[in-house]
């Protein structure tokens, strides 16, 4: 186990949460070591490509994380555990704060331009609406 992994107890809290074995395709790689994989990623900001070797094929963690992210499955495995944790009193909800921060923008970046810029020089596009000098009116030499 190297530092920063799941420790046994942690395991022993996560594993009744995890989804069963893959429906296609035959049986999944190890839970444990591909959620240690995802939590080295996420702790040192490597690339998928150069995770260790100890964690299997860097494309089976990658895959499984993208996967569980879609499905909402580490939504429902975090909202799992801390429900057991919330049963068991290990979760102090007096310490829960919400941040009610307003930022405001600067006034001039209320909005943008909706047309595009005219552009000194060039003609208007065929069939557009805008009036155009007519050269054989009247005056309009």
Request: aromatic share 8%; hydrophobic share 35%; no cysteine.
């Amino acid at each position: 186990m190297g530092r920063g992994d799941l420790a046994n107890g942690e395991w022993v809290r996560l594993k009744p949460h995890l989804p069963k074995s893959g429906k296609r395709g035959g049986r999944w790689a190890s839970h444990r070591r591909i959620i240690n994989g995802i939590l080295y990623r996420q702790r040192t900001g490597v690339p998928w490509r150069d995770l260790p070797a100890r964690f299997g094929k860097w494309k089976t963690v990658y895959e499984r994380h993208r996967r569980w992210s879609a499905d909402g499955t580490w939504d429902r495995i975090f909202a799992a555990v801390l429900a057991d944790a919330d049963a068991e009193g290990r979760v102090d909800w007096s310490m829960v704060s919400v941040d009610s921060t307003t930022a405001r923008a600067h006034q001039h970046a209320a909005g943008a331009r909706k047309k595009r810029p005219r552009v000194p020089g060039k003609e208007q596009r065929p069939g557009s609406t805008a009036l155009m000098r007519d050269l054989g009116a009247p005056g309009a030499a």
